[in-house]
């Protein structure tokens, strides 16, 4: 059984994700440990939820079904270069603020690191907000009928966005 099968979904690209988050709540309701059901079916219920959340992962869910070949090898696309070296630069430089900041001692010289800290919020702030706007660009194109041909670079790309996304998040929640 397929991601799409066990929410009772056709394949579909696009899916709204209120629909899927209540027919998420009502399936896992039905067929939690607590309420008669067995665990392995509620833990593939919970991961079929997380693969139909992901643009990237239902997508690769929606070519697997549709028998188109995914190669998940490769790099992402031209146009997402500039925001690939933007993402390397600025996890560079969170990573070395946190080590800076998790080496000061005293609360003087963290409150001092403060004003850096939320320059660097920001900085992670916009580009969370860019990577978003990007995932946002890519899944409003399921509407229209993507060539099969360009299905294995946008689940690439979308993959990446989801990854770089992560890693930032991390970066900004280790601030506090």
Known sequence: MNAFETFSIDPSLTIDPDQLKLLYQNLAAEKHPDSGGDKATFEKINQDYATLQSPAKRLKAFMEIKGIKFDSRG???NDLMDLFMQVGSLVQEADLFIRKKSAAASAL???LLESE???LQDKLSDLI???EQKQATITTSFATQIPSEQLS???RNLAFLEKWQAQLQQRYGALF
Request: proline share 0%; glycine share 0%; aromatic share 0%.
């Open 75 to 77: 790099a992402v696309s």
């Open 109 to 111: 010289a963290k409150a």
């Open 117 to 119: 800290s939320m320059e």
């Open 129 to 131: 907000a860019q990577i």
């Open 153 to 155: 670079q946008t689940a």
